[in-house]
């Protein structure tokens, strides 16, 4: 694994736009310069460094802090390619996994809300510590909506996204 100190002998980051660019020319590839990295196929920058690739979230955290994040990098905005420093925050994996969109292909458009087939009513849920909590069946579905947000500001909780 590659330290902080050769990370910046090798690449430098800029905090503002959230890119690398190589300090050295490398094997004809990596040209002092140029633009380090390539989007990989879930969205993510990716640097090969000495063999090895990293996620460029991570070592933007090593390049800024000098040590390697212990665990998850949340990219606040959900961007995944976006890895401005203001963008970007140390998580938990739970914390991470509760910054999101809603999921495609869901029966309703709203996060939290789902269309409960058996009972012909909307149901409201959250998940918190690992297991999901209903908030209950509602007839409209801005009413079950209504009690996701009204769960979400009372958790007090940066991580959870409302839309």
């Known amino acids: 694994m590659i330290t902080a100190e050769r990370l910046r002998e090798i690449l430098h980051y800029n905090p503002e736009t959230g890119k690398f660019t190589w300090l050295l020319t490398r094997k004809g590839r990596a040209t002092t ?48 390619h976006d890895n401005r420093w203001c963008n970007l925050r140390l998580a938990t994996r739970s914390q991470n996994r509760r910054n999101t969109r809603k999921r495609k292909g869901c029966s309703s458009q709203l ?21 999901v909590l209903n908030l ?17 500001s009372s958790m007090n909780d940066e991580f959870i996204r409302v839309a």
């Not at 409960?116 to 510590?129: E, G, L, P, V």
């Not at 801005?142 to 947000?149: G, K, L, N, V």
């Open 33 to 80: 310069g140029r633009e380090a990295g390539c989007v990989d196929n879930r969205g993510y920058v990716k640097i090969r460094i000495e063999y090895k690739f990293y996620r460029a979230a991570r070592i933007a955290c090593l390049y800024m802090t000098g040590e390697w994040p212990p665990n998850d990098v949340d990219h606040i905005n959900l961007i995944k």
């Open 111 to 131: 996060k939290g809300v789902s269309w409960d087939k058996q009972r012909k009513m909307w149901k409201a849920h959250i998940r918190q510590d690992g297991k």
């Open 136 to 152: 209950g069946r509602f007839a409209l579905e801005h009413e079950a909506y209504a009690a996701y947000i009204n769960k979400v």
